[in-house]
């Protein structure tokens, strides 16, 4: 059974700091693309980041520079580091694993990232 299982959450003050992680089980990691989604109240889910197995990496623009995304292939991570936050970054945010081969894609439960004051 594969499973993504969130943590890091939390509620911070503007211009606050948050590191999200996501441990990966039942899968070949390698094989899996991994990234974060967000979705706030009211708007649909929107793609974050998200990292090949190799190291690539893709940004959402409005968290460039801001928002840094990092593998662990040895122990099957993931890790969103998020910095200078915003109100608007409010969200659930889910991880997300794409396994390439068989073109299945995988999500954690969630967890609730509040920005604010």
């Known amino acids: 059974q594969v499973q993504l299982v969130e943590s890091g959450g939390g509620l911070v003050q503007p211009g606050g700091s948050l590191r999200l992680s996501c441990a990966a089980s039942?899968?070949?990691?390698?094989?899996?693309?991994m990234g974060w989604y967000r979705q706030a109240p009211g708007k649909q889910r929107e793609l974050v980041a998200r990292?090949?197995?190799?190291?690539?990496?893709y940004y959402l623009e409005s968290v460039k520079g801001r928002f840094t995304l990092s593998r662990e292939n040895a122990q099957n991570t993931v890790a969103l580091q998020m910095d200078s936050l915003k109100p608007e970054d409010t969200a659930v945010y889910y991880c997300?694993?794409?396994?390439?081969?068989?073109?299945?894609?995988?999500w954690g439960q969630g967890t609730q990232v509040t920005v604010s004051s």
């Open positions: 997300n694993g794409h396994d390439v081969y068989a073109n299945v894609d995988y």
């Open positions: 039942g899968i070949i990691f390698s094989n899996v693309v």
């Open positions: 990292i090949g197995s190799r190291g690539s990496a």
